[in-house]
């Protein structure tokens, strides 16, 4: 069972940055896709970005497109969101879920897709 670890997340004033990462527990983890998704208070859990096990793939939702890139390092175990010119609109739990796979360019985005999860982190953008 791989456990997956978010941080980074904080309060930032409109038009700042987060880095979040997401690190896991296992010696195979560029055999693992990973997503990035996040839930606002009330709405539904939405994919955000998704990468590859080998990196090569990445994938961004249209609501952060241009402004959220996804990339990873399999040598420290760890996916990035890379969060710039942040709106109060991005506020919500963002959550880090990985899919086991033997497809190497594999990048899923959606929820039914991934088996494991981390326990969120908290991203908070002030007006």
């Known amino acids: 069972q791989v456990q997956l670890v978010e941080s980074g997340g904080g309060l930032v004033q409109a038009g700042g940055s987060l880095r979040l990462s997401c690190t896991a527990s296992?010696?195979?983890?560029?055999?693992?896709?990973v997503g990035w998704f996040r839930q606002a208070p009330g709405k539904e859990r939405d994919i955000v970005a998704a990468?590859?096990?080998?990196?090569?793939?990445?994938i961004h939702a249209a609501s952060g497109k241009g402004r959220f890139t996804i990339s990873r390092d399999n040598t420290k175990n760890t996916v990035y969101l890379q969060l710039v010119k942040l709106e109060p609109g991005d506020t919500a739990v963002y959550y880090c879920?990985?899919?086991?796979?033997?497809?190497?360019?594999?990048?899923?985005?959606?929820?039914?897709?991934?088996?494991?999860w981390g326990q969120g982190t908290q991203v908070t953008v002030s007006s």
């Open positions: 879920a990985a899919d086991f796979t033997s497809l190497p360019y594999s990048a899923p985005t959606k929820i039914n897709e991934y088996d494991h």
């Open positions: 990468i590859s096990g080998n990196g090569v793939i990445t």
């Open positions: 296992t010696s195979t983890f560029s055999s693992y896709a």
